[in-house]
């Protein structure tokens, strides 16, 4: 799992995972999470 | 929340400290011009500034406000046309920059005077708090937004903020910038197409590191998400 998470880093090229954190919410991934458990 | 309009907004300026005068928060970065940073804004050294704007009352105006502080000088004014070769030959610390000319726009100047080496400090002049320039201005690397109505004190104290790297911006470029929605910049479009690049797998890990699990807690989480 740690690969899999530095893989992540790396495609998203950020040094930590608050930074990959912020990105993926500035980039709406959480709120699409928070839809789909809304509606399904 | 209703929001008071026609030039009553809260007098809410924001102004950032992000390097200069040393100070709880002046770690970050290193002042541009500071050569040891000690005493500054005491008028130990003058603060060069250039004002572009195509209006010839405006720059006089502005040469009058800011020559009254010792510690700041106008070393030269210049309309769009002619404001690139004027900083390249006034070296200035700080360039107020109209946003909007007939000539030239603003913004195309502050594009060139960034790819200058070693650049000054731009901030934009707007003349209504109210610009949908505000955002790219920033983008652009812009320092700041000032309206050409701010208070001569004001005026003066602002600009040695962003002498010593700081950022200045008027109450209403402050609002747009936090009400910004992420995905207009370009910045944040770069940030999506790299998102796109994951695998649906590795986009279900990322929201779950978002959430703040542990490595360990994923694995457990990403077990069970495949078992259902």
Known sequence: MKDHVS???????????????????RAGLLDERLRSEVGG | M????????????????????PGPIGALGSSRHGPDGMNEGQGERVIRVVVVDDEALVRSGFQLILGASEDLEVVATASGGEALETVRRARPDVVLLDIRMPDVDGLTVLRELRTMPDPPVVA??????????????????????????????????????????????????????LHSHPGAGTAVDEEAARVRLLTARE???????????SNADI???SIWGQAR
């Open chain 2, 203 to 213: 986009r279900d890990v990322l929201v779950l590191v978002a959430e703040g699990l």
């Open chain 2, 2 to 21: 209703a929001l008071p309009t026609g030039g009553c907004y809260p007098a809410v300026w924001l102004e950032l400290q992000l390097s200069g005068p």
């Open chain 2, 124 to 177: 934009m002049l707007t003349t209504f708090d109210a610009d949908e320039y505000i955002l790219t201005a920033l983008h652009c690397g812009a320092a700041g937004f000032l309206l050409k109505d701010t208070e001569p004190e004001q005026l003066a104290h602002l600009v040695r903020t962003l002498a010593a790297g700081g950022v200045v911006l008027s109450p209403k470029a402050s609002r747009t910038l």
């Open chain 1, 7 to 25: 893989a992540i880093l790396t495609k998203l090229r950020v040094a930590s995972r608050v930074q990959a954190a912020l990105l993926a919410q």
């Open chain 2, 219 to 221: 694995g457990a989480a």
